[in-house]
């Protein structure tokens, strides 16, 4: 079936910070990709997403590439936060399936 | 527009217990789907429910329940309570089944559940 594989971390950064978080998958067909974030105490939410192979997702900051041929969608950003400290999901979902969360990278961004 | 409500939040159980957690979804949403999270297995589908119907069903025993009402409020129901259920369980609405359309989820903030 359908898999998500990254780092699980923890990932600590100092602020203003590079940040890869590194996510691959197994899927047939084309899925759509996508991060979501979980700050503490909450539940999650959508960060970026990308539906078709080249497609760049974007949002505060954060960018991730949708690469068919290496089966990678890997989340970066320039330069983190404190207030990026959480725990970001890679995920897919195919047509007509369910999504199918990775692990989960935790990650602090310290002062 | 109000979000993904869940209740209770937090419950603790003893082991052989039963327990009922309740998801109201953003309004207009017919799609809700379960989630279990735990430290070592992540985020493990549950099921989904799409206009009263169950759409798809993750792999667990049938101890864990669900359904879905005419007004697209969802129950689940885990029965006989183990210690490995111990979880963050999430609730999670959308326009469309699994997400389809607009390829997002709205999630609750979870219920914990914790059994002795």
């Known amino acids: 079936g359908d898999s998500v594989t990254q780092m699980e971390g923890p990932v600590t950064l100092s602020e203003e910070a590079f940040l890869t978080i590194n996510c691959t998958y197994t899927?047939?067909?084309?899925?759509?990709l996508f991060w979501y974030v979980q700050y503490p105490g909450e539940g999650l939410q959508l960060l970026l997403k990308?539906?078709?192979?080249?497609d760049k997702g974007s949002n505060k900051g954060f960018e991730a590439t949708y690469r068919k041929e290496t089966t990678s969608f890997h989340l970066e950003k320039g330069s983190v936060q404190v207030s990026d400290s959480a725990v970001y999901f890679c995920a897919l979902i195919g047509y007509g399936q369910n999504f199918v969360f990775g692990p989960g990278t935790r990650l602090s961004v310290l002062p | 527009k109000a979000g993904v409500t869940q209740t209770p939040r937090y419950l603790i159980k003893t082991r052989g217990q039963q327990v009922t957690l309740s998801c109201s979804p953003i309004s207009g949403h017919r799609s809700v789907s379960w989630y279990q999270q735990t430290p070592g297995q992540g985020l493990q589908f549950l099921f989904e429910y799409f206009s009263e119907t169950q759409r798809n069903k993750g792999n667990f025993p049938g101890r864990f329940s669900g359904r879905q009402f005419s007004n697209s409020r969802s129950e689940m129901n885990v029965s006989t309570l183990e210690l490995g259920d111990s979880a963050l369980y999430l609730c999670?609405?959308?326009?469309?089944?699994?997400?389809?359309?607009?390829?997002?989820?709205?999630f609750g903030e979870g219920s914990r559940l914790t059994v002795l």
């Open positions: 990308a539906t078709k192979a080249d």
């Open positions: 999670a609405s959308s326009l469309a089944p699994g997400g389809a359309n607009t390829g997002e989820l709205f």
């Open positions: 899927a047939t067909g084309y899925p759509s």
